[in-house]
């Protein structure tokens, strides 16, 4: 075969892959995973996301350092340098996060990975101690109470494990997958299903109480206010839920409802859908319609935050918008370098003397590698940003 | 751009799974036929063409023999023998460039509605365009091939690759190298490229027919191996999607398919002649099909 003959044919088998390829242009599992932890008296900014996890420090984003617990001084590696607290799947049996760590006691973190695992996690020193193999992937955070671990798994079921021995104590089939943290709502666990259903369950035998049919998948966690449920879901509609499990009302939406959604003293409560609205509703009114205002060019998939009279909200198309809560009107926005998408839920850090910071801190993720976490202030100024 | 093409496919295929008693399997399947069927008059045109220059080939080594030191006049004696004829030589590759966008995004479609991660999910509710869809998500992802035999053969996950599914969906991408080379030669047959251990590589360098033949050939050995090597990463929906769709291609290829798809777009017949004009300046060979026997005249 001529060289010429060879070159055509290896030009026709790379445009088949690259256009086979382009499917897998998004083959992520998930987005990070950004919240508040305490590990030794100490509050850290936890981001989990891909091969790792890390613990920040509030004030400037940089990994918090190792200290030796009886000394104080900083843990060293081989070569001198401070260590910091980032545990790497990739050495660790290659671990997949999303969800958030759940320090257990002052040296164990548990880290649920997508491997199917549990892991155990030695936190003064950032070194697996045991593996703990769960029967499916988890992509949602746990949550832990009074020495049970919840644990939703993507695929369906949520199971409670016990924080001693982690054996199981029970689990509750769902058809579809739990991609949201369980609530914990006085005996009761509250957790959506992409089968269509909030359910509720009791905490010590995961019988089933009440399952709502919201007519279309749910993937967030339930807002808890007022003794009502507030939740949205993808058949474009939001709900208003008693704690028996009955829908009180609801209101139509744009496209689907992905994040929890916020509430504010005056009792509006402040959702985005998937079409880059957000909508202000009076939860005291049968959710009656204070506002609805088109904000972004794409999607908003994360709940908003209410930050003194503000909205905030980040979107698919990269932008963070500040909005007032009163009518909605656009106050500022602000773009992130390279427009990334902004789907992960956001954290607000209101200052204090353990997060060593004294201004409101509005932390944004992004799946950009060099901007996985973005720090701003209340007015919509960047103040650090994750990794540098 | 490309959501031009891919919504639509992801929203039908999300309509036929409500329709078809939410059986994503068989919402697959009637969408691949559905758009072979439709994609049938491109496809033809795409088959015409190359049957045509197949039959101008003779013609063809003739004017390379002719002209064998003069590139150019060889050039323009081709043309000319295409104008003569009425064929376009890249003709066959318009009806291609049509079709394989419309094949990808149906193939991605299958990708994309059978999200199964958050990451996935998140796009698919940008791609709904009809309402009253979004109820249906997330869209079945197990399924048994024969539901009273689940022992025997457990239940699939659609959006897993066969290494990750039970062992016996390790058989798809073998179904799927054998449909592929199984289409692969009919085209050949159908289109009269057969492998000829004559033409050697000076020919098929300078000929665009022989270039062709030799390109399908090596596709026939190639394509196979690639779609079932792609067929053991990729979910078990895509190599549904491949299998049935090399089913139908072989369905259109075969005689019968072929008519009855002729009667419904009302296309040539396959086996009509084509009659082949000769360049001026060439001597006309005999027209086996056409020749007819001179009756004597009675005296």
């Given at each position: 075969m001529k060289t010429s003959q060879t070159l055509r044919l290896a030009l026709l088998l790379l445009c088949l892959f690259s256009l086979t390829a382009c499917v897998g242009?998004?083959?992520?599992v998930s987005w990070p995973s950004v919240g508040l932890i305490d590990l030794n008296g100490e509050q850290h900014i936890a981001l989990a996301y891909n091969n790792d996890v890390a613990l920040l420090t509030p004030?400037?984003?940089?990994p918090a350092r190792l200290l030796n617990?009886?000394?104080g001084q900083p843990l060293r590696d081989n070569d001198g340098n401070p260590r910091s607290w980032i545990f790497r799947g990739s050495d660790n049996g290659g671990g997949q996060f999303y969800a958030q760590p759940i320090p257990i006691d002052s040296e164990t973190m548990l880290i649920a990975d997508n491997n199917k695992r549990l892991l155990r996690v030695d936190?003064?020193?950032?070194?697996?101690?045991r593996a703990i193999p769960i029967e499916d992937k988890v992509v949602a955070s746990m949550l832990a109470a009074d020495g049970v671990l919840y644990v939703p798994f993507q695929d369906g079921g949520l199971g409670a494990y016990s924080l001693?021995?982690?054996?199981?104590l029970w689990r509750v089939p769902t058809e579809e997958g739990i991609w949201a943290k369980p609530l914990l709502v006085d005996d009761s666990i509250i957790f959506p299903s992409l089968d269509h259903h909030l359910y509720a369950v009791d905490?010590?035998?995961?019988?089933?109480?009440w399952a709502a049919d919201l007519g279309g998948a749910v993937a967030s966690t339930p807002l808890l206010a007022n003794d009502r449920l507030y939740v949205g879901s993808f058949n474009k509609r939001f709900f208003e839920i008693s704690?028996?499990?009955?829908?009180l009302s609801s209101y139509e939406t744009q496209n689907w409802v992905w994040g929890t959604p916020a509430i504010d003293e005056d009792g509006f409560v402040y959702l985005a859908d998937l079409s880059g609205y957000v909508h202000a509703l009076d939860a005291e009114a049968?959710?009656?319609?204070r506002w609805s205002q088109q904000i972004a060019e794409r999607g908003i998939r994360a709940g908003p935050l209410v930050v003194d009279d503000r909205v905030v909200v980040a979107s698919r198309d990269g932008k963070v918008y500040w909005l007032d809560?009163?009518?909605?009107?656009?106050?500022n926005a602000r773009e992130v370098d390279d427009?990334?998408?902004?789907?992960g839920d956001m954290l607000l850090l209101e200052p204090s003397e353990t997060l060593d910071i004294d201004e409101p801190l509005l932390l944004v993720t992004s799946m950009h590698d060099g901007r996985l976490l973005i720090a701003f202030g209340i007015d919509g100024r960047q103040t650090w940003v994750y990794p540098r | 751009m490309w959501d031009l093409i891919l919504n639509p496919f992801v929203t039908i295929l999300a309509w036929l799974y409500s329709a078809l008693n939410q059986d994503i399997v068989l919402a697959i399947i009637v969408l691949t036929v559905i758009i072979r069927v439709l994609t049938w008059p491109l496809f033809a045109k795409q088959q015409e063409s190359s049957r045509r220059m197949q039959q101008l080939q003779p013609q063809l080594k003739k004017l390379q023999e002719k002209y064998k030191n003069d590139k150019e006049k060889m050039s323009q004696a081709q043309m000319k023998l295409y104008r003569e004829n009425k064929v376009?030589?890249?003709?066959?590759?318009f009806p291609m460039l049509i079709q394989f966008p419309i094949l990808i995004g149906l193939y991605q479609a299958i990708f994309f509605a059978l999200a199964a991660t958050p990451f996935q999910l998140v796009d698919l509710s940008e791609r709904l365009?009809?309402?009253?869809?979004?109820?249906?998500?997330?869209?079945?992802?197990l399924w048994s091939p024969i539901p009273q035999l689940t022992d025997l053969l457990p239940t699939l996950d659609?959006?897993?690759a066969p290494t990750e599914?039970?062992?016996?969906?390790?058989a798809l991408p073998l179904l799927v190298l054998i449909t592929t080379w199984a289409q692969q030669k009919l085209t050949m047959s159908m289109t009269g490229q057969k492998s000829s251990k004559k033409d050697d590589d000076d020919e098929e360098d300078s000929n665009p027919g022989g270039q062709a033949a030799a390109m399908t050939k090596s596709m026939t050995t190639i394509m196979p191996i690639m779609f079932g090597f792609f067929s053991l990463s990729f979910s078990v929906g895509l190599s549904l999607y491949f299998v049935t769709s090399n089913l139908i291609g072989m369905v259109q290829y075969s005689p019968q398919g072929r008519r009855v798809l002729e009667r419904v777009f009302g296309g040539?017949?396959?086996?009509?002649?084509v009659e082949v004009v000769f360049a001026d300046d060439e001597p006309s060979p005999k027209k086996p099909r056409r020749s007819k026997k001179k009756k004597p005249r009675k005296k």
């Open positions: 242009g998004r083959m992520g004030s400037n984003g940089l617990p009886v000394n936190s003064v020193v950032v070194e697996l101690v001693d021995g982690f054996h199981e905490r010590k035998n995961g019988a089933i109480q704690l028996d499990g009955v829908i049968g959710l009656a319609l809560r009163y009518d909605g009107a656009l106050i427009r990334p998408e902004l789907l | 376009n030589p890249v003709g066959g590759c365009l009809i309402p009253g869809l979004d109820s249906l998500i997330p869209l079945q992802r659609l959006t897993l599914n039970p062992p016996y969906a390790l040539k017949g396959d086996e009509a002649p």
